[in-house]
């Protein structure tokens, strides 16, 4: 009776041209997509970094508040009446404000906090009169509910 391995197979042990084949695509593969590689351009760019400098850029921020009534106050400050137009003594501190901040060579910006319920005519108000006082640096934000 024989066994169910035969004794007379070879050893065919590890076979080295296989995986040289192998090795030979694999460089040809790299060979080919070599030629295909773009090379990156040389870009100029500024990185960010610090900068010594004497001056110091101050900005002076003046909020007007708008109220759900209509009611504009600047800095806290009460101004004209609900139902005002023509907004008089808003324009004047604005005006003043704006004086005192190029005087001092400050740039001014104001900020705009409106209530949701207010009247967009009282926002379009205080624009005109920010646009009399040729101040042009504004930002919008809503008062939070409480």
Known sequence: ??????????NLGFQIAPM????FVIMLFFMVMAGSVKVE???ISNL???????SVDFVDETIINIDEDGEISLNDEPMDSPTSKRMTNLKGSLVR????????GNKMVVTIVSDPQAS??????ALNALSAARITDVTFTVSEEE
């Open 20 to 23: 040289i084949d192998v090795v």
């Open 97 to 104: 404000l704006k004086e005192n901040a190029v005087s001092s």
């Open 1 to 10: 009776m024989k066994s169910v391995i035969d004794d007379d197979t070879p």
């Open 48 to 54: 960010p970094g610090s900068v010594e400098s004497d």
């Open 120 to 125: 967009y005519d009282r926002v379009v108000d």
């Open 41 to 43: 351009q040389h870009l």
